[in-house]
């Protein structure tokens, strides 16, 4: 964990916003985030917030104008620049709410680019509300200072996911009838980790992943892992190998 | 994670039970434990179930009548030994309830062999239901193949832990201002990872736990994690570099 800025505060409220944030802009929230900085945090004309884009970075702004439905806003300068994570997508048979919820919070803030879930033979869940997930990862995102988000990507199919996989990106997959240990096959980015459903993969799915020529077989210790850890624990232990820890 | 065993079938439900295991044996189970076998599994007798006690292993065991209040059962032939696990502790400034199960839940899939709460000057949360954390791990014992319990310790000051230190155990700590990549010092067991309150470690408390020869200053890379996802990201590296997997 890096070492407290002096600079902003880290008391400041801070929220991610769709707008495009550039320095002596102006905006208005409504909704849910206005109702957050007006009538929750009762925040007043000159108080002062942290906003991020997912593109231009972080800025402080200044409130111009704070009711409960709507609060207008003057961006400041900008606090820092988008940061850059390592080029790492993390592939996982949806798990139940609650626990799915966790994985892509987790996800975020250890700084995954991308969430693609993957819909294989023995997945119990294939329905995500993608709104939901999204904004666990915009709030996990707004309590650990990030400055981007990661991608999240609609559920697929796996032989599709597998069709159309890049030449360049190592997947390494969790498998459940062996493979080596992730920290000392950990291949640097771009790469993908792949989480499979609890039931495991069928002979066919890990045949067909096994044949991709970027694929590696990972295993994650002797006792039997949830999904959500299995894919957090592969996650820090690439972020640890092969990433930027 | 291992290798679906031919035997027990994955998809018998696996209890863990006070009573002390041993084939031959009969024990009679109530409350919470008899409505789940009896009333929401609705087994009858004849039916078949798994048993761990946390001391003599695992255990296949067979339903000799079964009520919505009360199920005996007869002690059939073990089916595992009481696992080992790597002597690691995991210390930690409590969080809000709902993350700290979490923690305890996920600690308890990836082997930790202790839990210590630790209260700091920064700790936000002093009270714990430990009964409640103690069911948690052991939903996450049963679940997951698990046939020993981590130990689950009452809170304690972070000085009075110190005092009492081990000499033979190294102690990892997540440092905020720096330390080494944990991957690279991760020291063998006995050993524990010390997780600080989101709010840091106060100077005097650093220079309290670096005063101990057997601390070690670790990072876990340049991101912010909330405190349940730091205990567990340093949990899954250490047992990678220096624990079983």
């Known amino acids: 964990m890096p070492a407290t800025p002096a600079w902003p505060p880290r008391s400041l409220p801070r929220l991610f916003v769709e707008s495009s944030l550039a320095e002596g802009a102006t905006l208005t929230l409504d909704g849910a985030a206005a109702n957050y900085l007006g009538a929750v945090l009762r925040l007043r004309a000159g108080e ?5 884009d997912d593109s231009n970075g972080e ?3 200044t409130i111009a104008d704070a009711g409960k439905r709507r609060v207008a806003l003057t ?3 900008r606090t820092r620049e988008r940061e850059t994570v390592p080029d790492l997508w993390l592939l996982f048979a949806p798990v139940k ?3 799915i919820d966790w ?3 987790k996800a975020t803030e250890l700084g995954v680019a991308r969430l693609r879930p993957v819909v294989t033979e023995r997945t119990i869940v294939d ?3 993608l ?3 999204r904004a666990h990862a915009v709030e996990a995102a707004e309590q650990c200072g990030r400055t981007a988000l990661p991608l999240l990507d609609p559920p697929a199919k796996l032989a599709a996911v597998l069709k159309g996989w890049p030449d360049d990106r190592t997947l390494h997959f969790a498998d459940e009838t062996g493979g080596a240990p992730l920290a000392g096959v950990a291949a640097p980015a771009p790469a993908a980790i792949l989480i499979g459903p609890e039931g495991g993969f069928t ?3 890990r045949g067909a992943i096994r044949a991709l020529p970027q694929a590696r077989a990972v295993a994650l210790g002797p006792r039997i892992l949830r999904a959500e850890t299995a894919a957090l624990a592969a996650v820090s232990l690439w972020m640890a190998a092969a990433g930027d820890w």
């Not at 002062?48 to 991020?52: A, G, H, I, T």
């Open 97 to 99: 709410r609650g626990r």
């Open 48 to 52: 002062r917030v942290l906003l991020f």
């Open 131 to 133: 709104d939901r997930l």
């Open 203 to 205: 002979d066919a799915e």
């Open 59 to 61: 800025f402080v702004a």
């Open 75 to 77: 961006v400041g300068p």
């Open 127 to 129: 329905r995500l509300n």
């Open 103 to 105: 994985l892509v919070e």
